[in-house]
């Protein structure tokens, strides 16, 4: 067995290490030189282009645009809205000057302080504030409304304790900023873009998600309502894993944004913003990947199948090549992603462990005898099964295959989850089974008091208030109180 | 005519003038809040998607992969290399703080003194220094050679003239990254983007380029070698387009980066960085588009086709909508991207006016006699000249006259370029006519300060000494010294 997978530490020994230690060597991503700020390696920046081209084509589907706005914010635009300042500025990269100069002992440069800025600039954590500041000269009339725009680009929160992909001082994204003449009109596409999210969530992610409404402590800062989709990871602990938000009009305001509406009066607009990040994929790798390293879903995995030969000499690995190129060019025109690894600078097992801890969902292997039989050993990476099958037609059986792992580890993580939530009624019970992770169901009376409570003596918080599902009321678990339907708790990234 | 057309500056008049008028009322972009940093508004984002999709597709196919690095680099990076540091700390972003606080009088936010980085970090105005500290840590053996890295991203440089697309303080860009065991494979590298970048100018961008060498004056800070594509504008004046650089071991002696090669030694690693920027955008614009509005070839406009009814009343736009459906459909099966626009909002000639400043390729019209005759009314953008066809076989000649737009507005550049290219001889000569614009090939003695004093003289640069073409030697048009071969003046952008 490969050197690195011997190093991967068990997941029921220390799942955070775990984490830490597959995401360095499955090649995801590592620490930079500059604090908090990660290098996205080429396979970890892989799936997450595979990721992108998908949403922006979901985004596109349902009617928005990209665009560009500065990276830097004038530190004024941040102060605009009371609610957003508050949730930003203890976080925010500064720029002050904009020149260096030769140090005085002539080694090295210097900030020159002559060039010191007017009015300091912030590297944008989120981008509404220098958005509606440009919107403000887009809206005159109703008939300039909607705008339904997106951006992808990179922000920063000078978090102090980061984790890759999960938590990063910088971090890939996209935000969607958009503006409406009604406030119905807003608060439908807040819940379109959930919709989205979950979609991709579920579907393209195999990471099953439950839609809700995050409580007033948990909303964005500046927004009226915060949409979420949280998943569950197989430690049990919650991971929000995008959010969409109904921001009312209040950047509108803070921005001057009117319009005429059809009635000739002016209003303010109403606005919308949403985003995903590369934290997804932290929460890809913790749904789905096992103690031998990265479980991908086919429909992300940069490669679906890899193909390895196993031979004695030169002239065996000569037939066997001529023997995979057809399967390869077939499977190609499947639309199937195929590496077929012939190097002859590592052996069959290394080759196996390596393509095992990158997680390609199907690995095909032709040996000597498989050439003598016409098959090929086929293993899925989900359940590590193999079977010898016939080249006839193997083209098909491997698509059937990526499709069945697809759906296969979906409804794993499902499962899982479902195991792993609780319906609990008293505060005693909770705090009990808090402990064991998981989603627990329970009821609470709506205020942030109690939420406060709570999260200072169980660590939990209310992860959100599910869409779906049962809503019947009750009572609070530790007031006693009235509970419109019981909402999720659970520890959380 | 609609309003905005009036407005936009002729070319004859104030080329200058015409070029901002254009990117503004094409909605192509706009200057933001923040000194020199502009907003890439939809359309012309849509624009830089399209090149950014084809460039991409163009390094993979020859071996890259991407992937990204911090947007922050400490301030002691730059000095590693001294040119590098030399070029680029007069124009960097620094960060000097991480956080904000509430102001004395309890209004607005100040940068927080206590939380001030112990290093500067400034915004990558490119991104050799942090990408070579990474490098050191991923390279040991020639087994790890290649690197061929590309990536995505923005960066910054604080230009104190700025203008849209083509001078910016902040642009968006890729920049390749490459590292290899031996000098001639990196210098190959180096050449083959060259010629990737060529080859993307040509046929995508349809702007013809004359691929060549920067003198020594011209060349990026820290490269042994610069190659770059010239394009030449409408008003004569040159705009670099691409440069891919031979960086020689520079950045891998900055960083220490040393690999053991084949015969068991140790190595310093061989380097290539290349790039092309938002600044494509400008040279697009200038290269084709004319006092009506943009010129867009085929091969990059968001859309290539755009039909528009013109009807009488309510019944009559039924009848078209119903033809005009199926010839969409078609249309669209031949992968060319159209848009239907029966919007009532807006009359006919508002549409034509406003598509033709789009610069949309192909603009088809159906009026009530075409409904009679089914035919339509087929107008090219590059030339004006409209043609009524049959509906019967629409979709075909369409999709041919998308390819013949984008050879005659490629051949219609050359002819330009060509007509404007002298051979000059004399000093006296080259001084009379570089007051007229276009590219100059003179000899020249090789030397810097002979072309510091040509450019001091008469603003025109050495664009390059051109790798194709005539390359007898011959003697300096200012010193009489002898020259190898003649090279391109030209004042540029």
Chains 1, 2 share one sequence.
Request: charged letters at 25%; glycine letters at 6%.
């Amino acid at each position: 067995m490969a050197k690195e997978l011997k190093d991967l530490t068990k997941r029921s020994e220390n799942y955070s290490q775990w984490y830490n230690d597959l995401v360095i060597k499955a090649d995801l991503a590592e620490q930079s030189a500059v604090r908090g700020c990660m290098v996205i390696k080429p396979y970890g920046y892989a799936i997450w282009e595979k990721m992108q081209r998908q949403l922006d084509d979901m985004f596109k589907e349902t009617g928005h645009v990209n665009a560009y706005f500065p990276l830097l914010i004038p530190k004024s635009f941040l102060s605009r809205e009371a609610e957003h300042v508050e949730g930003f500025a203890k976080e925010c990269a500064v720029v002050t000057h904009h020149r260096l100069k030769n140090g005085p002992d002539g080694k090295g440069v210097v900030v020159d302080p002559e060039a010191r800025l007017e009015e300091e600039l912030i590297i944008r954590p989120t981008s509404e504030t220098i958005i509606w500041n440009t919107y403000r000269n887009w809206i005159n009339s109703y008939r300039d409304l909607p705008i339904l725009i997106n951006q992808w680009a990179n922000v920063m929160r000078w978090e102090m304790r980061t984790r890759l992909f999960l938590r990063t001082a910088e971090f890939l994204w996209q935000e969607g900023h958009t503006a409406h003449a009604t406030k119905a009109e807003a608060e439908e596409e807040a819940v379109r873009m959930l919709n989205v999210y979950a979609e991709f969530a579920e579907k393209y992610m195999a990471m099953p998600v439950v839609k809700g409404i995050k409580s007033e402590n948990e909303r964005f800062a500046g927004a009226l309502e915060t949409y979420t989709i949280e998943a569950m990871m197989q430690d049990g602990k919650a991971l929000q894993s995008g959010t969409s938000h109904f921001l009312g009009q209040n950047f509108a305001k803070a921005f001057d944004v009117q319009f005429v509406n059809k009635e000739n009066k002016l209003e303010y607009v109403w606005a919308t913003s949403w985003g995903v990040s590369t934290r997804l994929m932290g929460a890809l790798i913790m749904t789905h990947s096992d103690d031998n390293g990265l479980v991908l879903p086919p429909s992300l995995a940069p490669v679906q199948v890899v193909i390895v030969p196993v031979y004695k000499n030169g002239e065996q690995l000569a037939q066997i090549n001529g023997k995979v190129a057809g399967i390869v060019s077939r499977l190609k025109a499947l639309g199937v992603s195929v590496n077929y690894d012939n190097a002859d600078n590592k052996r069959p097992g290394f080759k196996f462990a390596d393509y095992e801890l990158k997680g390609v969902p199907v690995r095909l292997v032709m040996g000597g005898r498989d050439l003598e039989n016409n098959t090929m050993e086929v293993m899925r990476r989900d359940t590590l099964q193999k079977e010898t099958v016939s080249c006839d037609g193997i083209e098909a059986c491997v698509q059937r295959l990526l499709e069945e792992i697809q759906q296969n580890i979906y409804r794993k993580a499902l499962d899982l989850r479902n195991s792993r939530t609780m319906t609990v009624d008293s505060y005693d019970e909770f705090k009990e089974k808090i402990e064991e992770g998981g989603f627990i169901l329970a009821h609470w009376d709506g205020t942030a008091g109690t939420e406060e409570k709570i999260k200072e003596e169980t660590k939990a918080t209310i992860r959100c208030i599910p869409l779906e599902g049962d809503r019947t009321p009750g009572v609070c678990m530790v007031t006693g109180k009235p509970s419109a339907q019981r909402v999720i708790f659970a520890r959380s990234y």
